[in-house]
């Protein structure tokens, strides 16, 4: 079972997994509400180094960038769900739009976003010029948390 570090904890944990030659990993989302989707992009990610840091939005970031009635799921009970996760070694959260600054300060060996990001990836050019890699992986098709919430509104009576 994973960890949930503050970010200056991370900061921290980061330079030991480096010390011990551990390939770092990080991604980042909402994970508002789990679905198979996330999981097989969290596998995806993990299968790529030894450590996989997951980086949530704080519920702010997610009511700036979802809308007032998100997130479904506070950022205590997503970060739970994250850590439960066998592929999910290490949580953390931004309150920032973006996690650039994060990325910034953990800088990790491998950076991995959805394939819907491929035109715009936080951190990118500070991974890359510390020598890292990033990557896009290829979505689930039919899986979207926002598609999700809109079915289940739409049962409503």
Not at 12 to 22: G, I, V
Not at 31 to 59: F, K, T, W
Request: glycine fraction near 6%.
């Amino acid at each position: 079972m994973g960890r949930f570090y503050s970010r200056v904890e991370l900061v921290e944990q980061r330079k030991r997994w480096k010390q011990e030659s551990r390939i770092v990993v990080f991604t980042n989302g909402c994970y508002d509400l789990l679905h198979p989707g996330h999981i097989r992009l969290l596998e995806q990610a993990r299968s790529l180094g030894d450590v996989l840091i997951l980086a949530l939005n704080s519920d702010a970031s997610v009511r700036r960038m979802k809308g007032p009635s998100r997130p479904l799921l506070d950022e205590a009970e997503r970060s739970e769900m994250a850590l439960a996760l066998e592929a999910v070694d290490a949580v953390t959260l931004f309150d920032e739009d973006t996690p650039r600054e994060l990325i910034a300060e953990v800088l990790p060996d491998v950076l991995v976003k959805g394939a819907d990001w491929s035109h715009f990836i936080a951190g990118r050019e500070e991974v890359e010029a510390a020598g890292g890699r990033v990557l896009t992986v290829a979505l689930e098709p039919g899986y979207s948390t926002t598609n999700i919430v809109e079915l289940i509104l739409s049962h409503q009576p």
